[in-house]
Nanobody, 125 residues
């Protein structure tokens, strides 16, 4: 069981930036298919994939809606996951979740067996 704790959310104005952090209890990469991902859930909508990293590569993936605006990364030890978000818009308002697991596809929830509690990001003027 991997513990995940998100931080860095808040209320920001449109067009600004924010960085989310996910601190994990990982001590090693468990296998070649292990990934860390960011998902988000806006009010009244299903949870959706935002960005993720398959740690063994690393191989990085983004949702089309955030490509070019968001950057996902890890620290050198691959224990902390970051999401640098720029050019934020009200459509980015959501609870952002960090997830970890052995996944066949980084962008799908199947296989992510560990989830953080989420951090709220609100983009509003």
């Amino acid at each position: 069981q991997v513990q995940l704790v998100e931080s860095g959310g808040g209320l920001v104005q449109p067009g600004t930036s924010l960085r989310l952090t996910c601190t994990t209890s990982l001590t090693a990469i468990p296998n070649q298919s292990y990934a860390l991902g960011w998902f988000r859930q806006a009010p009244g909508k299903d949870r959706e994939f935002v960005a993720g990293i398959r740690l063994a590569g690393p191989y990085i993936y983004y949702a089309d809606s955030v490509e070019g605006r968001f950057t996902v990364s890890t620290d050198n030890a691959k224990k902390t996951l970051y999401l640098q978000m720029t050019a934020l818009s009200p459509e980015d308002t959501a609870v952002y979740y960090c997830a970890a697991g052995t996944v066949p596809a980084v962008s799908r929830e199947y296989g992510y067996t560990n989830w953080g509690q989420g951090t709220q990001v609100t983009v509003s003027s």
